[in-house]
């Protein structure tokens, strides 16, 4: 993978994580949490959402939604634990 392509990755975590901080009412982990957050969400939802049938498209809005999306479930995840 190129530099610019880590670089892609990263800024779409972080947005991804950012935005999934936001709709989860104050679960955001700061700015490296939340790009851990993101990349580790779109990881989650491009495993689960194929499989619910569920295909946002492609570009990078699209990715950034997919990622917001496995984020926020992540995120549900971790308040579960948390609890």
Known sequence: MSPVGIIAWLLIGA?????????????????????????VGAAIAGAVLPRLGLYIGGGVIGDIINAAIGACLLLFVISLVKK
């Open 15 to 39: 947005v991804a994580g950012w935005l999934a901080g936001l709709v989860m009412k104050g679960a955001g982990f700061g700015l490296i949490g939340n790009i851990v957050v993101g990349i």
